[in-house]
């Protein structure tokens, strides 16, 4: 498979796998032989990067995602990239559909984080270790510091943060060489374009998570009556699958489709392709259940848009109006 360069000498698939779904936010968790067969068909077609955090999972098993993805990798252990992260937990107890956030970037519990992690994942170290969210209470050259030592230890191979600006980026990479941003990015999402040139002049990769705005810009969920009811999926409260979307979003995918057309691909393909073409340093990670849309997504490094067309598509997309896309669970002080 084609190959992106994230910082710090971090090649990887140029499409990677987002595993959280398998275990958060989509329904209930898939059974553990199920997500095990899925990451490894991954391995199979050629992905390389995989994507976690300690805090995916549900209030009866909160780490559930990173034991998963452990057991999943375990034979492919030094063929591929594992990122995982830290500093965040998910409020479940305030009733909500997408739980409120709560950050803890302390170095006593990024230490203990670290630690946890690399049990659950079944490893001595760990490829990308992310700053879930920014701590309020720590300054990100704190947490720098903590990452620096990590290193040297041989915990980490890099670093890296989620959700931040360049500010942020910029004093973090002072400290400590940064090698990622992973950040919120699609065609409905694209209010972080303003830090590219950062991140190029820095020599940091992008992880672009909600590539496929939460599955939207696959054109699959035009029917959203089949998404769980039950509080386990994020999707039933997230404004681009309200039912006044899909008529403000109509253009959008009618665009995305005469684009896929063109080059005889899906468009999951092309939302992909349009990002992966943009930069080559930019990897996207959608996550999905089923082996048949794995296949598809993975299928989009393969694709490749010109300059000219990726342009188009941005200058089509600036002059385009679309409905609000869930931009994340609201932040709140941890106790």
């Not at 030094?78 to 107890?93: A, H, M, N, R």
């Not at 259940?289 to 598809?296: H, I, N, P, S, T």
Request: with cysteine.
């Amino acid at each position: 498979m084609k190959q992106q360069e994230l910082g710090q000498g971090l090649s990887v698939s140029a499409v990677g796998l987002g595993c959280m779904g398998l275990s958060h936010a989509y329904g209930q968790p898939v059974a553990e032989a199920e997500g095990v067969a899925l990451i490894r068909k991954a391995v199979e077609l050629g992905c390389t990067f995989f994507d976690t955090a300690e805090c995916y999972g549900t209030s009866e098993a909160p780490h559930e995602n990173e034991v998963l993805v452990g057991k999943a990798l375990a034979p492919y252990r030094d063929q591929v990239v594992i990122g995982t992260k830290f500093g965040l937990s998910f409020d479940l107890e305030d009733g909500k559909v997408n739980h409120d956030l709560v950050p803890d970037a302390r170095p006593e519990t990024i230490r203990r984080s670290v630690d946890g992690s690399l049990q659950r994942l079944g490893t001595d170290y760990i490829d990308i270790y992310y700053q879930h969210r920014q701590d309020p209470r720590v300054p990100v050259e704190v947490v720098a510091e903590v990452m620096a030592d990590l290193i040297r230890e041989g915990k980490i191979r890099a670093w890296g943060l989620s959700e931040v600006g360049e500010n942020v980026v910029r004093r973090a990479h002072a400290v400590c060489p940064v090698a990622v941003v992973q950040n919120r990015y699609s065609m409905m999402a694209r209010w972080y374009e303003s830090l590219f040139p950062t991140l190029e002049e820095l020599g940091v990769g992008l992880v672009a998570f909600s590539p496929l705005a939460n599955g939207l810009l696959s054109g699959a969920y035009r029917d959203t009556s089949s998404f769980s009811q039950d509080g386990s999926d994020y999707r039933t409260v997230m404004p681009q699958f309200a039912p006044e979307a899909l008529a403000q979003n109509e253009r959008l995918l009618a665009l995305v489709e005469e684009v896929a057309a063109v080059h005889d691909a899906t468009p999951s393909q092309i939302s992909l392709a349009w990002m992966i073409c943009k930069k080559p340093w930019i990897v996207p990670i959608p996550g999905t259940r089923k082996v048949a849309r794995l296949r598809e997504n993975l299928g989009a490094a393969s694709i490749e848009l010109t300059a000219a067309e990726v342009a188009a598509i941005d200058e089509a997309l600036n002059g385009m109006t679309m409905s609000s896309v869930f931009g994340g669970s609201a932040v709140k002080k941890a106790s």
